[in-house]
């Protein structure tokens, strides 16, 4: 028979199998000779106590030898003459929505503004030097979206949606560390993805699906508000009856494209704030109780929240050992986002800390309709970049200078590539905004001990935590309200927060479109 039994051990024993072993048995009460074997069904962190625990849920093999999980093996079908599907974006959402659609046997037709994932390091590399900006080729756009090169961290919430496990499984599949399906918050991490979306996209392809690069949607042709094909900038036409259309929480001209079609959108609040960047020895310090994080423990990661002056402060997007990086998608504006490497050994760790933010705060400053919330985050992305005096140089300063109105003489060192300056934060963000973080950051404080210090530095802008518009769509058929065969899709569409969510909202358009294929299928 099978038990599932739940250890709680030092980060030493949790790394030993000999002494995971031995706490078996004690805790069971089972002789090892009845223990066939087990295998780790959950891992995670309990750093609550003094002392640090992992967690380890067993599934242990009493009286019987032990047997290896199920190995997950997809079934691929050869689609190349099967009925199309189109879909814009090949983020998260777009990928999985063309893998789902294979299984269900139809053809994907991919649509992707931007480059491969291979050819996007270079333009990345280019913008973190030069501070120029390739409207069709930064961290938001390109093979993979913007989850590719800010993070790859594939914790989710939303089980209740659709079957995690399985994305989980493929991602393992097309080569992710097997680790990602027992952590509690697993992660791949940035330097591993383009791999993994490189054998992703090989797959769709090989199935008999396409994929188009430097394909920017221009065009929705409709007849009767249904979908007949697309266009994009290059001139080249796609037909096909349903559109899946996944293309991302920056994409302005895509909300443009649908409010002048009279397309049903509507502005939608968000969240906006800054990075913020420690010293990851001292985050290190604070979580686990001690003066030094030893080589069984991973960097140390936080979630914050809080509610000052009516308004949600949170912590968004944490990156242990991370990076702050540019993800501004057109000149003119600084946008910053934060990613890790696999082994996430980098000396800093950042954190997207905002402030929610909503339609009355978008008519303040003039901004009414359904794109007053994409025009307010462009005004204060904007704002940034001028007061950073160019090239992606981002304002910024010291934690308790800025929660004490005071300007910073010096700044510390920060990972943000392009270089940061000081500026009074409160001049250039929305005055709600500001004032909300300026208590947020010292309430974080009383929760979590040493984090409120001027060794911590804030950068402008966290603009792109969300959405700033939602395309409508049936809560059951997941299609446009108003246009047959549209189906907005993930982060874009306002429907999903992260790789696992939008890769899951993905599947489940795919689905919805494959159901609506065979309908008009004679």
């Known amino acids: 028979m099978t038990q599932e039994i739940q250890l709680l051990l030092s980060p030493e024993e949790a790394a030993n199998e000999t002494s995971v072993q031995r706490a078996l048995e004690r805790q069971s009460g089972l002789s090892a000779a009845r223990i066939g074997g087990y295998h780790i069904i959950r891992r995670s962190i309990d750093a609550r106590g003094k002392s640090v625990r992992i967690q380890l849920l067993l599934r242990v093999f009493i009286d019987e030898p032990h047997q290896e999980p199920g190995s997950f093996d997809p079934e691929w079908q050869d689609v190349s003459r099967a009925a199309p599907v189109l879909i814009v974006g090949a983020g998260p959402a777009g990928l999985f929505a063309a893998m789902r659609l294979i299984a269900l046997g139809l053809k994907p037709i991919v649509i992707e503004r931007g480059k491969d994932v291979r050819s996007r390091r270079r333009d990345l590399a ?18 993979g979206g913007a989850g590719t090169y800010s993070d790859g961290k594939l914790y989710t919430r939303s089980t209740k949606r659709g079957d995690v496990k399985r994305i989980l499984n493929l991602f393992v599949h097309f080569g992710a560390n097997p680790e990602i399906l027992i952590d509690a918050h697993p992660h791949i991490g940035t330097n591993k993805l383009p ?95 001690c003066s030094y994080r030893n080589e ?134 929305p005055k709600e905004v500001s004032a909300s973080l300026r208590k947020g950051v010292q309430s974080f404080g009383k929760k979590m001990k040493g984090y409120y210090t001027n060794e911590a530095v804030l950068v402008a802008t966290e603009s792109r935590t969300s959405s700033p518009v939602r395309i409508p769509r049936d809560k059951d058929s997941l299609e446009h309200p108003q246009i047959t065969g549209l189906y907005p899709c993930a982060e874009g569409a306002g429907y999903a927060g992260g790789i696992v969510s939008a890769a899951i909202d993905g599947e489940r358009c795919a689905e919805m479109a494959a159901a609506a294929q065979k309908e008009v299928r004679p």
């Open 195 to 289: 791999d993994i979306i490189t054998a992703m996209r090989e797959q769709i392809i090989e199935c008999g699906g396409e994929v188009h690069f430097d394909a920017r949607l221009t065009d929705i042709h409709l007849a009767d508000n249904a979908v007949q094909g697309i266009r994009t900038a290059d001139g080249r036409y796609f037909e096909g009856h349903q559109l899946i259309l996944a293309t991302g929480h920056s994409a302005r001209d895509i909300f443009t494209l649908l409010d002048q079609k009279g397309i049903l959108i509507e502005a939608k609040p968000f969240a906006l704030g800054v990075r913020i960047e420690h010293p990851q020895a001292l985050i290190d310090s604070i979580q686990y109780h």
């Open 126 to 143: 280019h913008m973190n030097r030069t501070g120029s900006v390739n409207p069709e080729s930064n961290y938001c756009f390109g093979e």
């Open 296 to 429: 069984h423990l991973p960097p140390a990661s936080y979630s914050l929240v809080s509610q000052e002056n009516g308004r949600g402060v949170f912590s968004f997007c944490m990156c242990p050992g991370g990076i702050i990086a540019p993800a501004s998608t057109a000149p003119g504006e600084v946008v910053v986002n934060g990613w890790s490497p696999s082994k996430r050994n980098n000396p800093f760790a950042n954190s997207g800390t905002v402030v929610a933010v909503d339609l009355p705060d978008f008519a303040r400053y003039g901004f009414k309709g359904n794109l007053a919330g994409m025009y307010f985050q462009q005004m204060v992305e904007q704002e940034c970049f001028r007061a950073g005096g160019g090239g992606l140089i981002a304002p910024a300063q010291r934690m308790v200078d800025f929660a004490n109105n005071k300007s910073s003489a010096t700044l510390p060192d920060c990972s943000y590539i392009p270089g940061i300056t000081s500026v009074s934060l409160a001049a250039i963000l």
